[in-house]
């Protein structure tokens, strides 16, 4: 059973920093693509960076890059998301995701496997 727990969201000021973690047990995790979207009420999940399986390269949203980093660490089953620079704009809930591609996609629709999610809230 594949289980993936987000960690670190919480309110921080405008230009602050935060890094989110995912958690993952249940699936060969240096293998799989791991990515991070996110999500505000009454849209759709927005990408935000992948990282391609067995340390393949990241890929990210043109709007965030530079601000937002996506690293992992396959002796811990962990992804980590650092946003610097945060903007009110960055406020919403962070999902992980999983998936066994090698080529990981930017729809939401095309990844396996979901955290619950956690919540990034950025004041002005």
């Known amino acids: 059973q594949v289980q993936m727990v987000e960690s670190g969201g919480r309110l921080v000021q405008a230009g602050g920093s935060l890094k989110l973690s995912c958690v993952t047990s249940?699936?060969?995790?240096?293998?799989?693509?791991m990515a991070w979207f996110r999500q505000v009420p009454g849209q759709d999940r927005e990408f935000v960076a992948a990282?391609?399986?067995?340390?393949?390269?990241?890929i990210y949203a043109d709007s965030l890059k530079g601000r937002f980093t996506i690293s992992r660490d396959n002796a811990k089953n962990t992804v980590y998301l650092q946003m610097n620079s945060l903007k009110p704009e960055d406020t919403a809930v962070y999902y992980c995701?999983?998936?066994?591609?090698?080529?990981?996609?930017?729809?939401?629709?095309?990844?396996?496997?979901w955290g619950q999610g956690t919540q990034v809230t950025v004041s002005s």
């Open positions: 995701a999983a998936d066994s591609t090698m080529w990981p996609s930017t729809a939401m629709y095309n990844w396996s496997y």
């Open positions: 990282s391609k399986g067995r340390d393949a390269g990241t």
């Open positions: 249940g699936l060969p995790f240096s293998t799989y693509s």
